[in-house]
């Protein structure tokens, strides 16, 4: 089946099985920040932006992307680089296994809620899991990241 969609404002068009999830396309593109955590839509590591939206690409499948804008970390750079300096500022950070998947999720947020309140942060990043931190540090960088944007 052929679909064809945009990855970072690039088009790619494709045939593709009817069981292929979109990770493995994104990743067959050349996507290498996507990665793979639990596969069973637990962890949020595999998090890209459909339309501006974030979704997991583990159990998304590939059919369903057809037509549609997907962001990964490769197409926000800057934004990505600018929200990891506040992330080290605030030791936000050890191993940094779920970081790929956190950041899509904390952009995907900044350009959704308007000064979002604590619960509304935990809320919205309640997909995304890390299993080092306690998660503090990335919600004092969160906090930090949203003030800057909002002056
Ligand atoms: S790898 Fe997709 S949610 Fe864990
Ligand atoms: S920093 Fe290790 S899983 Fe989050």
């Known amino acids: 089946m052929e679909i064809n969609l945009w990855i970072n404002g690039k088009e790619f068009k494709d045939d593709v099985l009817p069981d292929t999830v979109l990770i493995d396309f994104i990743r067959s593109k ?9 596969e069973t839509s637990n962890c949020g590591l595999c998090t890209v932006l459909m ?3 974030p979704i997991l690409s583990c159990s998304t499948l590939a059919l369903r992307g057809n037509g549609h804008d997907i ?3 490769e ?6 680089l600018e929200f990891g300096g506040f992330m080290a500022d605030q030791g936000a950070e050890q191993c940094g296994f779920c970081s790929p998947g956190f950041i899509m999720t904390v952009i995907a ?3 959704e809620l308007t000064n979002p309140s604590e619960e509304e942060i935990k809320n919205y990043l309640n997909g995304n899991l890390c299993r080092c931190t306690g998660y503090m540090g990335q919600l004092r960088a969160i ?3 949203l003030e800057k944007g909002s002056k």
């Not at 050349?30 to 639990?38: A, D, I, L, N, Q």
């Open 30 to 38: 050349g996507f290498y920040s996507v990665k793979r955590g639990c």
């Open 51 to 53: 339309d501006g939206k």
């Open 109 to 111: 947020m900044k350009n």
């Open 71 to 73: 962001t990964t970390i």
């Open 75 to 80: 197409g926000i750079e800057e934004e990505a």
């Open 143 to 145: 906090k930090k990241y």
